[in-house]
């Protein structure tokens, strides 16, 4: 079965330093990859996603993801965190149907906090 | 920008009660979904509703819970007797199609409490 391991469970940077958040994935194929980010009472934002191509992918916000198929994982970058940066950030893969409306499995989430 | 509502926001109940959450897909998506997110725990699936019937559902996803589409542009989620471990954030997500590009959009959530 497919799952989603975010090792680090709450890391805090500061204020224009980069980032780098990472996702690992167990899939036998090449896999939908997501990230989404939740703020403080929002709901889920789609950061970006990776379905084929291209291994560098960018996303909202100045964000961008690289897969790498060799490792497993699919890491979140930002060259220079902003202060509103901070949220929880999730990496989910769609499962082997996603394509015929199948789910998505979550990591447990990377909790970021931004110092001034 | 087109995004999925839901209604509550907030909802306190007591063990035992009925809760319908409802949400707003966007409009014109074909698929939907319900997870939750327990405190400090991550993301999980709980059903995907397609044509008018569940896709899929988790073991969650028990006799306690049935969802339904009323209307066409309502998307509910009962839990008919709630327990204190249904306290959670609920999420739901609609989808455009079937296709490998498309993406699951959330909504806001609803945090259900059970006293």
């Known amino acids: 079965a497919q799952s989603v391991t975010q090792p680090d469970i709450h890391i805090t940077v500061s204020e224009g330093a980069s980032l780098e958040l990472r996702c690992n994935y167990s899939?036998?194929?090449?896999?939908?990859l997501f990230w989404y980010v939740q703020s403080p009472g929002q709901g889920l934002q789609l950061l970006l996603k990776y379905f084929s191509g291209d291994t560098l992918v960018q996303g909202i916000k100045g964000f961008e993801a690289e897969f790498k198929r060799s490792q497993s994982s699919f890491n979140l970058r930002k060259p220079s965190v902003h202060w509103s940066d901070a949220a929880e950030y999730f990496c989910?893969?769609?499962?082997?149907?996603?394509?015929?409306?199948?789910?998505?499995?979550f990591g447990q989430g990377t909790e970021l906090s931004v110092k001034p | 920008e087109p995004e999925v509502t839901q209604t509550p926001s907030h909802q306190v109940t007591q063990m035992g009660q009925e809760v319908i959450l409802r949400c707003v897909p966007i409009?014109?998506?074909?698929?939907f979904y319900w997870y939750r997110q327990i405190l400090g725990q991550k993301v999980e699936f709980l059903v995907s509703?397609?044509?008018?019937?569940?896709?899929?559902k988790s073991e969650i996803f028990d006799d306690q819970f049935s969802v339904e589409r009323p209307d066409g542009s309502n998307f509910t989620l009962k839990i008919r007797s709630t327990k204190l471990e249904d306290s959670a954030m609920y999420f739901c997500a609609s989808r455009g199609g079937a296709g490998g590009k498309d993406t699951q959009y959330f909504g806001p959530g609803t945090r259900l409490t059970v006293l």
């Open positions: 899939y036998g194929a090449t896999p939908y």
């Open positions: 509703f397609y044509n008018n019937e569940i896709s899929e």
């Open positions: 989910a893969v769609g499962e082997s149907y996603y394509n015929q409306g199948g789910k998505l499995i």
């Open positions: 409009s014109n998506h074909l698929y």
